[in-house]
């Protein structure tokens, strides 16, 4: 189930900039196809997500990495809908890289699950 986590956060993490990449080479139709399947990748991670807590003992330290990594989520989706609406997005940025970087040090280094 670790695994199965992992392989949908990574993949959202690439078709978010593959989305990036084609609003900025002007794909609007594949923009939009991207978005939907990464929204589904959104759902999938999240489920996932509670797929693993519901098989551990929650701990207070697990209750915070999920609540920023539904933060990370968050911050895909403004950055993405920031950017074709042409907002500036430069603190959606910075949000997103404290969170991500929050979520892959609470993931990996403070409360690592075996694999």
Known sequence: MIHAHITTWLL??????VALGLHK?????GLKVVQMILRLFY????GTGIWILSSINI???????????LWVIVMFEMIIVGTVKG??????WILF???????LYLGFVKLPLTF
């Not at 080479?25 to 139709?29: L, Q």
């Open 97 to 103: 890289i404290i969170s991500l970087a929050l979520v």
């Open 59 to 69: 701990d207070t330290m697990y209750v915070i990495k999920s609540l920023v990594g």
């Open 87 to 92: 907002r500036k997005t430069a603190i959606s």
């Open 43 to 46: 759902l999938l991670t999240i």
């Open 12 to 17: 959202t993490l690439i078709l978010f900039f």
């Open 25 to 29: 080479s002007g794909k609007a139709r």
